[in-house]
């Protein structure tokens, strides 16, 4: 029996269309990577008996990266980026060990077919599945077709039949024009990026911004923000004036006038039309006017409107409100939500999603009414030929989904029933009134037909007093007549929607790609939102956009990034080569980058006025060991340590605190250590300024810490200090923290292991001795007399942490509450470290450890 291999994009997504394909009759096991699970069940392809596995990948398999060398800042020249610096791809996530995974389930299959989602994206993620895959799948005969592809816009049972029926081939054109942007994001992106995070962080401390990126499409999105704040700084209020009159229609009623002159910016000429009105009793009706008019029901709901809507009236960020979209459709609620197209083809079932909405609590009697009086066609929008537009596919309560994804389901489900309602029908009135030789107006408006506003009842035309009935000739007595003195007011900051609404318009990223754009350039700290959801950009943001002004325009305008993006889709479309586009667009910046470098004075002005230089920033903290003067530490991210003697920058660890270590010095270099912490609950450890920057030894790394150096002797080393291997992570040693007492702690230098030990011992040592059993380092402890866990008045006692049965008693391990990027093993990650070299290297606990110690020192985790 031949296998069929199907891959999703998602593993939820897996499980429902395999549901829908096997009718329930299936069978699943979690993959070897413990996060996608395989459907297995025996069904009908090709007009043969086969075994189906429907798998599923996390998005991308794959990512693009640099060559070795090349992903080092300190080792190439940003300009070789550009051309010279090989890429390749990787695995985007290798924890998931995607790679392997899809190999063993593919291997010996006979067909594949591609469930990735209908996108430029999904198309590219279905060629990395199958470069992974097809060499490990049995050979075809000559000339039998063995990839399909699936196209679907919706997880309901009818389009995922329909799909499994009409299987097509993957768009490679599609593919290459993703792979073509990655490429560009990644060149263009990197290489000016490096260059201004190293020159401006290099003279200014207070920037408080780890990277100072520059993205092709996240700079003139930035640009669209502080243009804004130019013209909201700039503008100039003027003082006008506005001719105000009532009249009384009855007794206990009276009407407000429109002035026809709206507005004089003259107080004299204004004052005299005032002196020209205020004296008449009577306003005399010129005309009167009723129409009936028409609000015209929304176009069908695509991505742009459902983000822009999601933010001004929902309160959700973009990509906070895409990721929950993307949720709802895995989940069968709504259809594919990344779409451009705003009209629903000929031949599309309206009425089946709307009948599932007959019974629903909030909107059944509106689609009963539907029903059974017929629906209105919507309105002819636009159709990109994607997907077919943002549609509810069944009925869900808030129970179910939670508040904020109903807050969106609800949203997109009344816009759904507004598009196939009738528009909402009022009658306008209007009359036009002469008081002396000044003209004004009053309108009304009355509703006659509610139509979509029912179900949209934000949209409806809000309640008027009709007006009196009245006909040319007649007259009113007049109320007062006054002058209102007002003033223009500034424009207010942009909104994600107007935002949103600016990218689309100038072809600024793509429906998938603008909550991302928008998304960093917060996280970078170049806008703050405020209330409102409005973006008002930092004083970084600010130089950054005034900077690339100064120097190149085009580098923060959107006119060459939309350009881009037409290229990218005529490669989508088979209509231009790939490598020909690549290489103009990469030639384009590379010209620009060159420029920009040799006139980044010009950005570097603007930063000196608002930015404060690294020598005048921080405090004094620690002394350097050159010229011996204060250092000074500077908090702002990325926080680091300053010798203005010697212009010297030592990079720190991050999201912890810094604090001088006891005036110690480094035996290597005469620096004084620094302790670096996560927190009472965390770990700590000191570190050498200089070694942590340069270090000492082969076996050590950038960034590393005194508890993983190799120094022989050194009294805060590993190889002093190191007890034996983490219970946890392979490569990690499990070292003392000797600033921890009197709550002494034991953590490992690589994972967030933290051992808890010893509480109120008065002094704790690593003694020379190894324990017999499992070649750990053995503790030395003084223990408090009046709390002494000892017999007798015994108060000191050397063991093993891991063999000792006194010691196992008060050993506690647990995760630290933070932990730094260094450290980024955990449970389960391997990574390397240098061993001790010296009197003794740290032992491998589980290398004679028996069984029941290994037992008992597992219970211990919480």
Known sequence: MKTVLMVAEKPSL???????????????????????????????????????????????VMTLDFLGKYNKWDKVDPAELFSQAPTEKKEANPKLNMVKFLQVEGKGCDYIVLWLDCDKEGENICFEVLDTVLPVMNQARSNEKTVFRARFSSITDTDICNAMARLGEPDHNEALSVDARQELDLRIGCAFTRFQTKYFQGKYGNLDSSLISFGPCQTPTL???????????SFKPETYWVLQAKVNADKDRSLLLDWDRVRVFDREIAQMFLNMTKSEKEAQVEATSKKEKAKQRPLALNTVEMLRVASSSLGMGPQHAMQTAERLYTQGYISYPRTETTHYPENFDLK?????????????????????EG???????????????????????????????????????????ATISYDCKYLQSSISFRIGPEHFTCTGKTVISPGFTEIMPWQSIPLEESLPTCQRGDAFSVGEVKLLEKQTTPPDYLTEAELITLMEKHGIGTDASIPVHINNICQRNYVTVESGRRLKPTNLGIVLVHGYYKIDAELVLPTIRSAVEKQLNLIAQGKADYRQVLGHTLDIFKRKFHYFVDSIAGMDELMEVSFSPLAATGKPLSRCGKCHRFMKYIQAKP??????????????????????????????????????SSGSRGKSYPLCPYCANHPPFRDMKKGMGCNECTHPTCQHSLSMLGIGQCVECENGVLVLDPTSGPKWKVACNKCNVVAHCFDNAHRVRVSPETCSICEAALLDVDFNKAKSPLPGDETQHTGCVFCDPIFQELVELKHA??????????????QGRGRGRGRRPPGKPSARRPKDKMSALAAYFV
């Open 639 to 676: 926080s680091r340590l300053h010798c203005s003697h010697c212009d010297e920058t030592y990079t720190l660890p991050q999201n912890g605190t810094i604090k001088l270590y006891k005036e110690l010095r480094c035996p290597l270099d005469d620096f004084e250590l620094v302790l670096w």
């Open 817 to 830: 509450a933070s932990c730094h990027p260094m450290h980024r093993g955990g449970p389960g990650r391997r």
């Open 375 to 417: 629906i209105n066609r919507p309105r002819k929008g636009h159709d990109a030929g994607d997907h077919p537009p943002i549609t509810p596919m069944r009925s869900a309560t808030e129970a179910e989904l939670g508040s904020e994804a109903w807050r969106l389901y609800e949203y997109i489900t009344r816009h759904f029933i």
């Open 223 to 233: 640009g669209f923000c502080v243009e804004r704040h130019d013209k909201i700084q």
């Open 14 to 60: 897996a499980q429902s269309i395999a549901k829908i394909l096997s009718q329930g009759n299936m069978s699943s096991h979690k993959g070897l990577n413990g996060t996608c699970s395989v459907h297995e069940y025996t069904g009908t392809f090709a007009g043969q008996t086969v075994r189906f596995k429907m798998t599923s990948v996390c998005g991308h």
């Open 352 to 372: 089946g999603p709307l009948r599932q909405q007959a019974n629903h609590p909030y909107w059944a009697d509106t689609v009963k009414q539907l029903l059974t």
